[in-house]
């Protein structure tokens, strides 16, 4: 008797990856998160948390709340609060003002998938920019490589620069976000 063997197929995270914009914080008992960043500066609070393929990034300012996050799942996330949720593949790019307050939100996401060899070396080198950068940084394997979620984030006076890639071998997808919260 032939014993054959099924294979199912991975859903693509290219596909499921998404930025979603909260008008409220999230709460980390949702996540399970490997580093976190807090800065406090004049009237704003902003803080990063870096997890395995995504990340969250809260600004809060004169009660106003955005709140980020890159995930390729939306299981578990709350339904409340959310402003826009948009899709990751290809490239996109969404800005917004939040009524009532001095408070704007701007990203752009950008995605790649690519062959082994120039996803490691894409890999080599956005693991050396995280280094110099002194990022947030989770790096992990999946079945086919080394996977990375990076957080690099910039303070200046008025405003946070937050700039993300993860990193996924199994489909050779490089996913980078440019965000920028800031206080008019």
Known sequence: MTQTKTTHALPSCLQSYQTILYSRPL???HFTIHDHKEIRFGPY???AWIMEGRHLCRFEISGACACEIVSETSDGLPDTGIVESILCAGEREFEHRFARSD???MTSVQTEQLSTNIYLSTFEELDEFAR???SLVYRWDDEM???MSILAVQRLAKEIHVQSFHLIAREGLVLRTQS???HL
């Open 103 to 105: 408070l704007n939100y």
């Open 145 to 147: 490589g080394p996977c």
């Open 45 to 47: 609070q902003f803080e």
């Open 132 to 134: 110099e950068e002194d």
């Open 27 to 29: 709460h980390p008992e």
């Open 180 to 182: 920028l919260f800031e």
